[in-house]
């Protein structure tokens, strides 16, 4: 394990519902993921730092201090037409190879699982936002995770179904970039 910390963070937090569709809120799946995430990291050894449901993104990236050899995770769900369906990553404009691979994978075993698409690796110019703050904290190796789309309901039936399993998955990611760096 690196002397340094994998960081995994609900895209959103308590007051910040993200997207809401068919009853679902972002925040409160983002962080039943993140807790269920951090859970098999326990199991797995892996030293970890993660946000607090109350607290904002901007406290968040002002608390945590990710260094080159920290692994970042951000999780989110992704939003759009009912018939938008995938799961995606994005990466920082200048990120590293590592990054890239963690975020290739992480893409491939959750569209294996859940049986969607796998829409690939971006670039975070390719967002609407141009730049992701979370993505360019310093650390190692940091990807934001699209896990499927909450405005898709047979996306969010087949993540349901496939979550935990998904949870240990990534888990094991995580662990495997925390021992390369």
């Not at 409160?28 to 050894?45: A, C, K, Q, S, V």
């Not at 037409?81 to 691979?101: K, L, M, Y």
């Amino acid at each position: 394990m690196s002397i340094l910390v994998t960081f995994p963070s609900a895209g959103h937090y308590t007051n910040d519902p993200g997207a809401i569709y068919n009853g679902r809120k972002e925040n409160f799946e983002t962080m039943d993921f993140r807790n269920r995430l951090t859970y098999h990291l326990d199991r797995l050894g892996v030293k970890y730092i993660t946000d607090k449901d109350h607290e904002t993104n901007r406290q968040y990236q002002n608390r945590i201090k990710p260094g080159k050899g920290s692994v970042l995770l951000d999780i989110h769900f992704n939003a759009g037409p009912i018939t938008a369906t995938g799961t995606e990553c994005f990466i920082a404009r200048n990120a590293s190879a590592q990054s890239r691979e963690m975020a290739g994978e992480i893409c491939q075993i959750a569209s294996k699982l859940m049986g969607i698409p796998n829409r690939g690796v971006k670039l975070e110019t390719q967002t609407r936002h141009g730049r992701l703050g979370i993505l360019n904290l310093g650390a190692g190796i940091a990807v934001l995770w699209e896990i499927c789309f909450i405005s898709n309901p047979n996306d969010m039936a087949k993540y349901d179904a496939v979550k935990e399993q998904l949870a240990i998955e990534i888990a094991k990611i995580c662990k495997k970039y925390d021992d390369l760096i």
